[in-house]
C-alpha cells in the first residue's frame, strides 16, 4: 500500500539522526545514527558498550531500523506519509508510543500498540493527510510535556514540523522541492548531526540548535558579507561598470 520505499523514509530520518551522542539528559545514553546502547545490544551484541556503539556503522543502524521500528509499525502497510510519520515517531519516541497513539487517533483500543489487520484496515479509511497532521499534533504536544523539554525542545520543534511538511508532501503525492545551495547539499547528504534522543531515547535533530553563540555570530557575519558583496556585483551591473576594483569603469555616458 505503501508508496515510500523503506530506504527513502530512512534517508529522511538520517536528516535528524546523525553521529554519535552520549548527552546526560538523554535517558537513551550512548547513541549513533538514531540507535541507542539499548537496541545495539538487544540486535547486535549483549555486552556492546559505549565504544562499540561509537564504532557502529551505518549498514548495522539500517538493519536495527528496519527491524526494530519499520517492520514493527508494519509500515510497509500503511499508506505514503502515514508511513513516514508513524516510523520517525518510533524512532524518536517509541513503538509503544506510536502504535498507542496511532490506534487512539483510529479510535481503536491503545492498551496495547500492536499495529494489526485491524489497524490498517482503519487506516484505510482515514484522509492520509488528516492522519498525518494528528499524528505530528499529537507528537508535538506529547515532547512539549516531557521535562527535558527545554534542553531539546527547539530541535524536537524543528523535527516534528520538517516531518508534517514532508509527510503531507507524500501524502499528496507530490515530490519535494528542489533543493539548491549549501542547505540542499547538507539536506541531500542524510547524515546531518543530530543531538540527543527523546522518549524511548532517539535523538532532537540538528546543529544549529545546539550550535554555541559564537558559532551562530560568525555564521550570521558571513552571510551578511555574502549578502552584501552579491549586493554590490549587481548595482555595478546594472549600472554597466564592472564590479572587479581595479578595472577602468564604462565610458562616460553609457548609463546616463
Not at 539528559?25 to 546502547?37: F, L, V
Not at 556503539?53 to 519499520?70: G, L, P
Request: with cysteine; proline share 6%.
Amino acid at each position: 500500500m505503501a508508496t515510500h520505499t523503506y530506504d527513502e523514509a530512512l534517508r529522511r530520518l538520517l536528516v535528524h539522526e546523525g553521529g554519535y551522542t552520549n548527552h546526560p539528559s538523554d535517558p537513551g545514553g550512548p547513541t549513533k545514527h538514531g540507535i541507542t546502547i539499548h537496541d545495539y545490544r538487544r540486535f547486535i551484541d549483549p555486552g556492546g558498550t559505549a565504544a562499540d556503539v561509537r564504532a557502529m556503522t551505518v549498514d548495522q543502524a539500517k538493519a536495527i531500523y528496519r527491524a526494530r521500528y519499520w517492520d514493527a509499525l508494519r509500515c510497509d502497510d500503511l499508506p505514503a506519509g502515514v508511513d513516514y510519520a508513524v516510523f520517525d515517531y518510533g524512532v524518536n519516541s517509541g513503538i509503544g508510543r506510536a502504535g498507542r497513539v496511532l490506534r487512539r487517533l483510529l479510535g481503536l483500543p491503545d492498551r496495547e500498540h500492536t499495529v494489526t489487520a485491524t489497524v490498517i484496515a482503519a487506516v484505510a479509511r482515514r484522509d492520509p493527510a488528516a492522519l498525518v497532521a494528528a499524528i505530528c499534533d499529537e507528537r508535538l504536544a506529547f515532547l512539549r510535556r516531557l521535562k527535558t523539554w527545554p534542553v531539546f525542545g527547539r530541535g524536537w520543534g524543528r523535527r516534528v514540523a520538517e516531518v508534517r511538511a514532508t509527510a503531507l508532501r507524500m501524502a499528496s503525492g507530490r515530490s519535494d522541492p528542489p533543493r539548491r545551495g549549501i542547505a540542499g547539499a547538507a539536506a541531500a547528504g542524510g547524515m546531518v548531526a543530530a543531538g540527543a534522543a527523546a522518549g524511548a531515547g532517539a535523538g532532537a535533530g540538528g546543529w544549529l540548535a545546539d550550535a554555541p553563540p559564537w558559532a551562530l555570530a560568525g555564521l550570521a557575519v558571513a552571510l551578511v558579507l555574502v549578502a552584501v558583496a552579491i549586493g554590490v556585483a549587481l548595482h555595478w551591473r546594472r549600472r554597466g561598470r564592472p564590479a572587479v576594483a581595479g578595472v577602468p569603469a564604462a565610458a562616460p555616458g553609457i548609463d546616463g
